[in-house]
């Protein structure tokens, strides 16, 4: 990349992270003379890039977003960074891997040969979506909606006999490979979720709301105490802690989100939760070693009746 080259692109760069950009911060930002910026604005106004003057006695420039897309200019941790991402596109579970392998063939096109090694060398399996892919068109309709605050109706799941939900969509989380919708559903007068891969979007939307207040800090927790029994809290209805008979390093991989704290080289103490006091307990058992429940009550009285089910499980003839 030559040195005009390079510096197009450090100036581009400062512009898109900042909306207004005196002349004066820029030249020393960039190491050049204000003549020389305003140059190089020039030079990206004519490759498409909607630059505007501000005026007054320090002036600058400001980048608005353009009515067509330009050419791209990429440093290389960005262009090896699209690359990546384009190539997990299957793992958001959106339908969108064609469009995905087509925009990841258009950029290695155009990439420099020291990137395009870098980038042929990054290959990897990534998830893959075990439900059905969504439908781009249901995401954008639905974040859409969000956006504008809009009541949005929809049909959900199969049954298209029943009347459309009525909703007041809050936010569109992703989660493990899904994506949900956190809205307000008028005819529950409740908070519900909703995956987006069973929605058809009904358009027009309806008339515009006053965003209510989350029942959590945020979306994502709130989903995320939802998939655990909560409404409010990330966290489960029942947690345990015991004393196990392992090292920390044979249990951490696979401790989730529970906590662990190191005994001695072969015990540990672990925290646990789970919907039940026998989900914990299962959780335990995987483990298999032996461990000594340090509370709550609860869950010792849960470990009895499961040891009594497994005793009479061990005896029972078909």
């Known amino acids: 990349m030559t040195g005009s080259s390079a510096r197009m692109l450090a100036l581009l760069s400062l512009l898109q992270t900042q909306r207004d950009w005196p002349g004066r911060v820029l030249a020393e930002r960039l190491d050049v003379s204000r003549?020389?910026?305003?140059?190089?604005?020039?030079?990206?106004?004519?490759?498409?890039?909607?630059?505007?003057?501000?005026?007054?006695?320090?002036?600058g420039y400001r980048l608005a977003a353009g009515s067509e897309l330009p050419p791209l200019l990429f440093d290389d941790d960005q262009a090896v960074a699209i690359a990546i991402a384009l190539q997990t596109a299957s793992a958001t579970g959106v339908d969108i891997d064609e469009a995905a392998?087509?925009?990841?063939a258009t950029v290695r096109q155009v990439m420099p040969s020291r990137l395009r090694h870098r980038v042929?060398?990054?290959?990897?399996?990534?998830?893959?979506?075990?439900?059905?892919?969504?439908?781009?068109?249901?995401?954008?309709?639905?974040?859409?909606?969000?956006?504008a605050r809009h009541v949005l109706r929809f049909d959900y799941g199969t049954d298209h006999d029943r009347p459309p939900r009525r909703?007041?969509?809050?936010?569109?989380?992703?989660?493990?490979?899904?994506?949900?919708?956190?809205?307000?559903?008028?005819?529950?007068?409740?908070?519900?979720?909703?995956?987006?891969?069973?929605?058809s979007p009904r358009i027009p939307t309806g008339p515009s709301f006053t965003p209510r207040p989350l029942p959590a800090a945020d979306a994502q927790t709130y989903l995320a105490a939802r998939a655990k029994g909560s409404d409010a809290e990330d966290r489960w209805p029942c947690v345990g802690?015991?004393?196990?008979?392992?090292?920390?390093r044979a249990v951490a991989p696979w401790i989730g989100d529970g906590t662990l704290e190191e005994v001695d080289a072969n015990s540990c103490r672990i925290t646990v939760g789970s919907w039940s006091w026998t989900g914990v307990l299962a959780s335990?058992?995987?483990?298999?070693?032996?461990?000594?429940?340090?509370?709550?009550?609860?869950?010792r009285d849960a470990a009895k009746v499961l040891a009594e089910r497994l005793t009479a499980a061990a005896h029972r003839r078909s």
């Open 35 to 59: 003549r020389t910026v305003r140059r190089d604005v020039d030079r990206l106004r004519e490759l498409g890039y909607r630059i505007g003057a501000i005026k007054g006695p320090d002036g």
């Open 101 to 104: 392998v087509r925009a990841l």
């Open 120 to 147: 042929d060398g990054i290959r990897f399996t990534g998830p893959q979506d075990a439900g059905a892919a969504l439908d781009p068109s249901v995401l954008e309709a639905v974040s859409a909606a969000v956006h």
């Open 167 to 199: 909703t007041e969509p809050h936010a569109v989380v992703a989660r493990e490979g899904r994506w949900y919708l956190l809205a307000w559903d008028l005819e529950a007068d409740d908070w519900r979720t909703f995956r987006l891969d069973r929605m």
């Open 241 to 248: 802690e015991v004393l196990i008979a392992l090292p920390a």
């Open 284 to 299: 335990l058992a995987r483990f298999d070693a032996s461990f000594t429940i340090l509370g709550p009550e609860p869950l």
